[in-house]
């Protein structure tokens, strides 16, 4: 097996190449004058197993080409089979037609990752899991829930706790987190009249007296999460914490979640933390490698991964 890192989330790949003991291979992806990418593997990848670990975040578009790039490189240097690790999918939130004359993104990029020569795709909590289908080549949908609920169960009083999901579009999400620590679920009825601007209408469920856990795929400008604090907290809740997997946080984002009445968010490093991310008084990074990690030496040989999240 051979593991090949892009430059979004060196950490990770390096805690992952450690999990499995095996360095990473050689490569340099590096710019000329005019930005373009070049990529050159240095070790002998011929017939190898190949996991190349990228997180198509921010600036999203320099990390998604340089993985194609990669992926281009080690399909010409003849290697086995390519797994794109894409811990975190950018794009995936352009997964539908909201209106006539627009794209739908993310299976753009589908197609794009798929014809720069991967033939699996593994990654975490995707925004929609139908987007697994914009593949046609195996896609393994990981989950951080595992992850979560193991520092859920030691921090928190299971008997008075509330899984709340921030919009109805992660009602499943939430669900499927609530049975797993057998709490009850509420849901906040958020609208989005504009990109980037979300305004709570409703909360159904009683969460007065309640500790609520908000969970989600991603959070990024921090309004969702803000905005639904604050509207938990006005019916009553005791207090409000959220675990939500994609630490996107773009613009103002570590300033409003800062400055929130959010007693904590909690994160996995499935995106790069900046160092404002690190430093901040209420955000922690769960380390998402080991799970990464096992489902790749899985991968390699040929064993279960759904049975990680059994
Ligand atoms: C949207 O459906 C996603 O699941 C997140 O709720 C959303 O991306 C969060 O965005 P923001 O932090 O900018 O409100």
Redesign the pocket.
């Known amino acids: 097996m051979k593991l090949v890192a892009g430059n979004s989330n060196r950490a990770l790949a390096e805690t992952i190449a450690a999990y499995l003991e095996t360095p990473l291979t050689k490569a340099v992806v590096r710019r000329f004058a005019d930005m373009e990418i070049f990529v050159e593997i240095q070790e002998n990848v011929r017939g190898e197993d190949v996991f190349v670990v990228q997180s198509t975040s921010f600036p999203t578009n320099d990390h998604l080409m340089e993985v194609l790039i990669i992926i281009d490189a080690l399909r010409r240097a003849s290697a086995k089979r390519i797994t794109a690790v894409l811990p975190y999918f950018g794009y995936a ?1 352009q997964d539908r037609k909201p209106g006539p004359r627009t794209p739908i993104s993310a299976k753009l990029v589908a197609n794009l990752i798929t014809h720069a020569g991967a033939d699996r795709v593994m990654t975490l909590d995707l ?1 929609a899991g139908q987007i697994q289908g914009f593949f046609d080549i195996p896609t393994d949908n990981l989950y951080s829930a595992p992850v979560m609920v193991r520092d859920i169960k030691e921090r928190f009083e299971l008997n008075n706790t509330m899984v709340v999901s ?2 109805v ?2 009602v499943v999400r939430a669900r499927a987190l609530a049975k797993r620590i057998d709490a009850q679920l509420a849901i906040v009825d958020k609208r989005r009249e504009r990109p ?1 601007e ?1 305004e709570v209408m409703n909360v159904i469920g009683d969460v007065s007296g309640r500790s609520c856990i908000l969970v ?10 803000v905005n639904a604090a604050d509207a938990l907290l006005a019916r009553g809740a005791k207090e409000v914490h959220a675990y939500i997997t994609h630490g996107v946080l773009s613009g103002g ?1 570590v300033a409003r979640i800062t400055a929130s009445k959010l007693k904590e968010l909690v994160i996995t490093d499935s995106i790069q933390p900046t160092e404002a991310v690190r430093v901040a008084r209420n955000i922690r990074v769960l380390p998402i490698a080991t799970l990464i990690g096992e489902a790749i030496a899985r991968t390699a040989h040929e064993e279960s991964v759904s049975s990680l999240f059994d």
């Open positions: 939130r925004h921030p919009d579009g992660g980037g979300s989600d795929d991603i959070v990024d400008s921090g309004g969702t999460l984002a």
